[in-house]
């Protein structure tokens, strides 16, 4: 990747994050909790996230946790809109998956059960991956097609 495309790369994740790119934090100043928040038909679901953007994060996601507190969940962010495949193996609680493309809309939804070996890309090319609690997308009602903003989900 060329040094332009690197920059309007983090311009466009800069402004998806929801702060001007143009602004740096003030030193000691307390990193604002990041948050998804996916706008259905009846209303905004809000999810306070984890952010894993390194592979290493990616890698561990949500392995070997007894419980996710209702409304959090992981954020996956990956450098390209492709299949971007998930398994349970070590991960303790079920979840949904939700397949997040480019465009920032819910391109497919799964919902995986515990240690399960099957890898799972949603069928669809993402940008990002939701993990949230098993269940949480159909009682918030989110669907595919729904849109999705990010609110201090830095790179």
């Not at 495309?5 to 604002?32: H, K, M, N, W, Y």
């Not at 209303?43 to 952010?51: I, L, N, W």
């Not at 939700?98 to 799972?120: C, K």
């Amino acid at each position: 990747m060329t040094g332009t495309a690197r920059g309007a790369a983090a311009t466009i994740a800069a402004l998806l994050a929801g702060v001007d790119p143009g602004c740096s934090r003030q030193e000691g100043a307390e990193r604002p909790s990041p948050r998804v928040l996916l706008e259905t038909p009846t209303g905004t679901a809000v999810v306070s996230v984890e952010v894993a953007r390194t592979p290493e994060a990616r890698e561990r996601g949500l392995m070997g946790r007894s419980h996710l507190d209702p409304d959090a969940g992981m954020i996956f962010l990956f450098d390209l809109d492709e299949p971007h495949g998930f398994w349970m193996k070590n991960t303790l609680i079920p979840l949904d998956i939700l397949f997040i493309g480019e465009d920032g809309r819910v391109a497919a939804i799964t919902e995986r059960q515990p240690l399960s070996l099957e890898v799972e890309d949603g069928g669809v090319a993402s940008r990002y991956v939701l993990e949230v609690n098993g269940g949480w997308a159909r009682q918030h009602r989110v669907k595919p097609g729904d849109r999705v903003r990010f609110e201090n989900v830095l790179y």
